[in-house]
């Protein structure tokens, strides 16, 4: 003979551990990603990582010599882990100098802060950049 209240506290045990697994299921899908949420502490981060960069001519130096991998590990040391980046150099003439992208990832959607930054060469005084830094929060 079968033992049905065994049955039933396996059937009771079973059906609990279903809603606690889909309720913790539920609301990591459910809960934000951590974010910033102010887009001027966005662009104040952006600037804050350029000047940084740019503090002893790094900056400069890098898009001299063309060294696009060595800028974008920069940015990638220096911006905060859940922060994608887009970034685009232009020289005096507003042509596009890098002819690779400077990204650490897609920034498809979401709060995108753009904006620009000037740059001066600190081996010549005639290259004169601007630096135009997309910034999102990863979702």
Not at 48 to 68: A, P
Not at 71 to 84: F, I, P
Not at 87 to 113: A, C, H, P, Q
Request: aromatic residues 8%.
């Amino acid at each position: 003979m079968l033992n049905s209240v065994g049955q039933m506290r396996t059937v009771e045990a079973f059906l609990a551990i279903l809603l606690l697994f889909s309720a913790f299921s539920i609301a990591t899908l459910m809960s934000p990603a951590p974010t910033i949420e102010n887009a001027d502490s966005l662009t104040t981060m952006g600037i804050q990582t350029l000047v940084s960069i740019d503090n002893d001519g790094t900056l400069g130096k890098l898009i001299d010599e063309r060294n696009w991998t060595a800028l974008s590990e920069a940015l990638d040391t220096s911006l905060n882990v859940g922060t994608s980046y887009n970034l685009t150099v232009y020289d005096t003439d507003l042509e596009t100098m890098n002819d690779v992208l400077i990204t650490n990832g897609l920034i498809s959607s979401g709060d995108v802060v753009s904006f620009q930054y000037p740059c001066a060469s600190p081996t010549s005084a005639d290259n004169y950049y601007l630096l135009q830094l997309q910034l999102a929060t990863a979702r």
